[in-house]
């Protein structure tokens, strides 16, 4: 089955600095990965929509310069958290596709704590 | 406003018993539905995917779809505390253009499964 991986799992940064975050399409390629944010006791929300080899699509409200998302091959996207605050601290989830009608498959998410 | 709702909970049911989660969608649009589970720290997996009016069994798991109600369910039988979890509904709008691929989650069920 498809798998996604996400690393790193946990990070621990200090406020003002940068984090990225990888997320790989380990036994498909993936033309189009999703970025999800979790804060505690709520539910997922949809960050960007990854695409290879284009922009990113960002959802409203959040903010392109502040979370940047690259998506340079058919199997790795990364997220990087710039200048990092501690409102920044949350679970950040990818995930990915085969197609749209086999479900998608999570990594396994990345804790963020910013300190 | 395209939103997916569930029932909070939290649903406490006896090992053995029935689990039933509903989940209600505002879009018509809507196409592909799935159940996630989710454990504590993890990220969600998924159990069900349904796409089509009426009721998709795997295991001891039925999802049931109505789209005229726009309502999905799960229903877990014979419940085991392994169950235990919060499980998220998740609905795809596939209209065709930018909204492919995207989920709109629901806030998620918090299911106990008591011994």
């Known amino acids: 089955g498809a798998v996604v991986s996400q690393h790193p799992s946990w990070v621990i940064c200090k406020s003002g600095t940068s984090v990225k975050i990888e997320c790989r399409s380990l036994d498909f390629q993936a033309t189009t990965m999703f970025w999800y944010r979790q804060f505690p006791k709520q539910s997922l929300m949809l960050m960007a929509t990854s695409n290879e080899g284009s922009k990113a699509t960002y959802e409203q409200g959040v903010e392109k310069d502040k979370f940047l998302i690259n998506h340079a091959s058919l199997t790795l996207s990364t997220l990087t958290v710039t200048s990092a605050h501690p409102e920044d601290s949350s679970f950040y989830i990818c995930?990915?596709?085969?197609?749209?009608?086999?479900?998608?498959?999570f990594g396994s998410g990345t804790r963020l704590t910013v300190v | 406003q395209k939103e997916v709702e569930q029932n909070s909970g939290p649903l406490s049911v006896p090992e053995g018993a029935i689990a039933s989660l509903n989940c209600t969608y505002s879009d018509r649009g809507s196409q592909s539905f799935f159940w996630y589970r989710q454990y504590s720290g993890k990220s969600p997996e998924l159990i069900m995917s349904?796409?089509?009016?009426g009721d998709k069994e795997d295991g001891r798991f039925t999802a049931q779809l109505n789209k005229a109600s726009q309502y999905v369910s799960l229903l877990i039988r014979d419940s085991q505390p392994s169950d235990s979890a919060t499980y998220l509904c998740a609905v795809n709008i596939d209209d065709g253009g930018t909204s492919y691929g995207k989920l709109t989650f629901g806030q998620g069920t918090i299911l106990t499964v008591h011994p």
């Open positions: 349904i796409y089509s009016n």
């Open positions: 995930s990915a596709s085969l197609t749209g009608d086999y479900g998608y498959t």
